[in-house]
């Protein structure tokens, strides 16, 4: 029984080294970023491997604030991510379910056809995208983009639920059945639940996927209130010296809502709901 | 078996009337300017001391033609033209498009700009500088405010008291300064950095040597003496004199200059203003004369302008034409001259007091005068293209010069076939 | 089940599969036809709108045109890139999502927190940041190897063979966190009871993987897998922005980086249009064949 017990000790200590390990390898290269916003005169890199750069000031933040409209910015991308998160939240979900539960005619080639979407590069398709949002009058809104954003995460979140869903079995809609709720009352009540680490992981993709997104927002939004946060960060560069510092502190602070989802969520995905007690 | 989702519900019902609602609040046309009002939209790449002076200039034009609505919308250069590509095929587009010469050549051949030569009277194009007047095929397509967009050498005062007029006292200056502070065995100071690995940084050295990158008739010329002897030139800088790092992009190279490791730097006009915030002391002179042909080293020298969507309405060209002439005017391109050092095109501005005196300009206008103008076909960038792959590898040790100019050249050649087929 | 009954179900999957589908295949089929058309066309700069179609002479050029660099070279380039990303992604993300999961470990969250940050910063500045770090001279990584390993630097950026790995390091960097996040997802979907009735035979930590972790997380894997294998053969973005638009030389390229040169450069867009329809069939292949093998379409309780 010791013997096991000091196993799990080196276990748990190697685990630690390895998140550890990890971790600086994760962070090292990020605060580097952190260097170039805190850096003066726009300096994107350096020749030493000091943590804290010399001349460090918060300039750069104070300006990204005061002489930009970076709070706009932040305004507008939360409102499309939220949009984009929301939609893909409630087609996904619905929409992998019925790939995981039922039979129907194309349902292979459903599924083929969502990976096919993906399938293309971006470039190409920016000028027939473009044409089709003018004849649809959708240029220069925010609906255009949206839906544009859920056309683009929605073919992995439908199958990411659809593969959760396949590790719930298919007992628990019987016994909802028994109880006398009607397919949508199983599949809401208590389906959907179990499969709440899936959900996370659509929610912060779709976030994520609009939250990031450049060349279609570009193309598509003429208006500078419209812009977007990578629009804005765009503004930053130049083809030949780019303001790096304003840069730099822009991505700190666009990185921070992301990571503050993800723990916010991560309460379900990593929640132990012991789905053993149930699927027993 | 509940678990506590409401909150979570509750927060996304909220999320989705927001989205309906943002949805229905933003319509095509956002940005609303009262019904009456005629609105104009510029597109252009400037950096942002460029674009604060020119929403000033708007906001008197706008102050001056209260029916007038102008917006400029700022996108990144590469952006801005295949976006203008996209949008002008697709029959929209901003009303005005502003950018550097070359962006003409293309949208030339997919007619989505308009010859200006009958908008704009002989007198009123007489005052400018017939460089910032972009004629192509027999029609003007852009009207430029500014002219340069130039390399220079660029020079820290307190490690170069006075800069270099000939390569040899480059290479001097460069000794003198390249130096091992920290007694590593690597040097830490350079006497020259620039961004060399990058074709457009070339040039100065292949024009010094006798050569540039295409003929008369808009062929590339790339296998040339001047092409061979520069790029020996560069590799002699490298590895004979050792004055400039083994390794530089243009992020590098300006790295060196600002923390005062490099004495020297070539870069662009764009550059200048950067310098002068870090706090350095810069100086701004022509780059050197190479003493073996006599020739200065001369720069691609761009006109940045104002060019007409071929989709306006005539309702709005008048008022288009009205804003060119106003950002045209004297007093605008002398306030741009003050404070972003940049050429004015103007040819009284061009004369006025502070634009002959001010040092960096004065500087300025030699190197100018010493370049050649940027070509506008839309063949430049498969030159471009072409010459990087050789370039780098004569730099990598893998080829030699002669044999570049060859490789470049039959590149060249071939991807002008493949873009004209 | 009654005819009433059948009625009802199949109205029930229309209303729960069609929403999505409709905007996807109303965003995507014009595209997609747009450029079958183009592809079959002579859309370029001299026929930028009086283009018309010309057979398959663009799908000729693809493959037989003599380029820079090599057709096949860059092919088989883009294969490796993908193929050891996805490994990488998929081996470091799962191996982490699995010690990060266990029980014992506290302060989970602040590990979590950072581990997501390469999939939380913007791409550009922190593809740029490792391009610095791979500078000869000045980049942390040299720098590193040369005052903790007492090794001389690597010529990262100025040789092919160098720039190729920086610029993989580069990218499984950046994808791990995502593969972790998705393993994290997938582990919460195993019974314990499972677990504990391994312990409870006495099996080893080898074999509970092996025997109940990997097949049981496959579900929610595979799609990730395949979708971060299609994505990660077009991107882009990672290798141009590190090696400087394909520094040194043009030898640091994927199939893709053409398509962009042919669209964004040259104005070629018939070539381009063809290329990339050369690129989705390759996917779809890849698709199909991993599709069937890993049975993903099916439901693995059944």
């Known amino acids: 029984m010791s013997a096991k017990k000091k196993g799990s000790e080196i276990r748990v200590a190697a685990s630690y080294a390895v998140l550890v390990l990890f971790s600086v390898i994760a962070l090292f290269p990020v605060w580097q970023i952190v260097s170039i916003s805190l850096r003066p005169a726009d300096r994107l890199l350096a020749t030493t491997l000091e943590l804290v750069p010399a001349n460090a000031s918060f300039r750069n933040y104070e300006a990204l604030f005061t002489d930009r409209p970076f709070i706009l910015w932040m305004f507008n991308s939360t409102f499309v991510a939220a949009a984009v998160t929301l939609s893909g939240v409630v087609l996904a979900s619905t929409c992998g379910y019925a790939f995981s539960r039922f039979q129907f005619i194309g349902k292979k080639a459903g599924l083929l056809s969502l990976l096919v979407t993906q399938m293309f590069p971006a470039t190409m398709l920016l000028l027939p995208m473009y044409i089709m949002l003018v004849n649809l009058g959708l240029i220069n809104s925010y609906l255009g983009i949206v839906i544009m954003y859920s056309a683009t995460a929605l073919p992995f979140c439908i199958w990411q639920m659809k593969g959760y869903y396949d590790t719930i079995p298919t007992s628990l809609e019987e016994a909802g059945r028994i109880d006398g709720c009607n397919q949508f009352q199983t599949f809401y009540r208590i389906i959907l639940p179990l499969a709440a680490p899936a959900l996370v992981i659509t929610a912060l993709f779709s976030f994520m996927a609009a939250w990031t997104e450049y060349l279609v927002a570009a193309q598509i939004l003429q208006d500078t209130e419209l812009w977007t946060l990578p629009l804005g960060l765009k503004s930053f560069e130049s083809n030949m010296g780019s303001e790096w510092g304003l840069y730099g502190a822009a991505s700190v602070i666009v990185t921070i809502p992301v990571v503050i989802l993800f723990l916010s969520l991560s309460r379900w995905l990593v929640s132990g709901l012991t789905l053993g007690s149930v699927k027993g | 078996m509940k678990r506590g989702r409401g909150p979570l519900s509750s927060a996304l019902y909220l999320l989705a009337l927001l989205g309906v609602a943002g949805c229905a609040l933003f319509p095509a046309s956002c940005g609303n300017a009262g019904p009456e009002k005629i609105r104009i939209t510029i597109w252009h790449q400037d950096r942002i001391d460029v674009r604060l002076i020119l929403e000033r200039q708007l906001a008197r034009f706008m102050a001056l033609h209260p029916e007038v609505r102008v917006e400029q919308l700022f996108k990144e250069t590469e952006q801005l033209r295949s976006g203008f590509i996209i949008a002008a095929i697709a029959g929209q587009g901003p009303e005005i498009v502003y950018g550097p010469s070359d962006q003409v050549g293309p949208f030339e051949v997919m007619n989505i700009i308009l010859p200006l030569e009958s908008i704009f009277e002989k007198e009123w194009l007489d005052r400018y500088d017939p460089r910032g007047l972009t004629w192509y095929k027999g029609h003007l397509y852009q009207v430029a405010d500014k002219l340069g967009n130039h390399l220079t050498l660029v020079y820290n005062k307190k490690l170069v008291p006075v800069p270099p007029a000939t390569d040899a006292e480059l290479v001097a200056i460069g000794k003198r300064l390249t130096a091992d502070l920290n007694g590593d065995g690597r040097p830490d100071r350079y006497g020259l950095a620039w961004n060399y690995t990058e074709p457009f940084f070339f040039i100065p050295f292949m024009t010094g040597f006798g050569g540039w990158i295409m003929d008369d008739r808009g062929a590339p010329s790339l296998d040339s003496r001047g092409t061979v002897d520069g790029l020996k030139f560069v590799i002699a800088l490298r590895d004979t004199h050792r004055i400039i790092p083994n390794e530089a992009d243009y992020e590098i190279a300006d790295l060196l200059f600002k923390d005062g490791n490099a004495g020297m730097i070539i870069n662009g006009d764009w550059s200048w203003a950067g310098y002068l915030n870090a706090g350095l002391d810069i100086g701004v002179a022509p780059l050197p004369r190479i003493a073996a042909t006599g020739t200065w080293c001369g720069t691609m020298v761009s006109p940045k302008g104002f060019s007409l969507n071929v989709n306006i309405t005539p309702e709005k060209k008048r008022w288009a034409v009205e804003l060119i002439r106003f950002l045209m005017a004297e007093e605008n391109q002398l306030e741009a001259a003050q404070e972003l050092y940049t050429m004015p095109t103007h040819r009284g501005v061009q004369q006025s007091g502070f634009v002959r005196d001010n040092e960096i300009l004065r500087n300025s206008r030699i190197q100018i005068d010493h370049g050649r103008p940027m070509p506008v076909v839309p063949e430049l960038r498969a030159i471009w293209d072409a010459m990087r792959p050789a370039y780098q590898s004569v730099l990598a040790g893998t080829m030699t010069a002669e044999q570049a100019g060859r490789e470049m050249q039959a590149l060249a050649l071939r991807r002008i076939r493949e873009m004209n087929e | ?302």
Not at chain 3, 17 to 32: D, K, Q, T
Not at chain 3, 61 to 81: D, H
Not at chain 3, 145 to 158: A, H, M, N, S
């Open chain 3, 1 to 302: 089940m009654r005819d009433s009954q059948k009625l009802r179900q199949r109205l029930f999957v229309f209303a729960l599969v069609a929403p999505a589908f409709v905007i996807l295949f109303g965003v995507v089929i014009y595209p997609f036809f747009y450029n079958v058309v183009i592809s079959l066309s002579n859309m370029n700069l001299r026929h930028i709108r009086d283009w018309r179609i010309i057979g398959f002479d663009q799908y000729v050029k693809v493959f037989t045109e003599p380029s820079q660099p090599a057709f096949y070279g860059v092919f088989l380039k883009t294969l490796i890139w993908t193929f050891v990303n996805v490994f990488f992604h998929v081996v470091i993300g799962v191996f982490l999502a699995l010690v990060l999961n266990q029980k014992e470990i506290r302060g989970k969250w602040l590990f979590r927190a950072i581990l997501v940050l390469p999939w939380a910063v913007p791409q550009l500045i922190v593809a740029l940041t490792w391009r610095g770090m791979f500078n000869y001279e000045y980049g942390a990584i040299n720098q590193i190897l040369r005052q903790w390993f007492g090794l001389q630097g690597v010529q990262w950026l100025k040789q092919p063979l160098e720039a190729f790995m920086a610029v993989i390091i580069t990218n499984v960097w950046l994808g791990f966190p995502f593969m972790m996040v998705i393993a994290l997802g997938a582990l919460q979907s195993i019974p314990r009871d499972l677990y504990e009735a391994a312990d409870i035979d006495g099996a080893s930590w080898l074999h509970k993987l092996t025997t109940i972790t990997i097949p049981l997380i496959r579900p929610v894997m595979v799609p990730a897998i395949t979708l971060g294998t299609i994505w990660t053969f077009n991107n882009l973005n990672i290798v141009w922005l590190v090696s400087n638009s394909g520094e040194p030389s043009d030898q640091t390229h994927l199939l893709v980086s053409f398509v962009y040169k042919a669209a964004f450069n040259f104005y070629r867009y018939g070539y381009g249009a063809a290329l990339s329809m050369v690129i989705f069939a390759i996917l779809l292949v890849f698709s199909l064949t991993f599709m069937r093998k890993s049975k993903a379409t099916e439901n693995v309780y059944s």
